[in-house]
């Protein structure tokens, strides 16, 4: 059986993922983030790799999240 407390990305607590979550909202709350958008997508994978590298202060993850460049995604 699986550890809840650990995912792929390393060691990951349930407490990390939850203020991860918060944090995740509220950036795409304030930016007009649509949910299942490019943009939310790649939040989503600037989000969990602060996570993989420790970074799991409230303030400096909300800082850093929305701070991030959007790549104009290509027109099809």
Do not use: W
Request: overall charge positive; charged content about 30%; glycine content about 6%.
């Amino acid at each position: 059986m699986a550890n809840p407390k650990t995912s792929r990305f390393g060691t990951t607590h349930r407490s990390d993922l939850i203020l991860l979550k918060r944090v995740y909202n509220r950036v795409c709350r304030e930016q007009g983030i649509a949910e299942g958008s490019h943009r939310a997508a790649e939040l989503r994978a600037s989000a969990m790799a602060l996570i993989s590298m420790g970074t799991l202060d409230e303030a400096s993850l909300y800082e850093r999240l929305r701070r991030v460049e959007y790549p104009v995604p290509p027109r099809g």
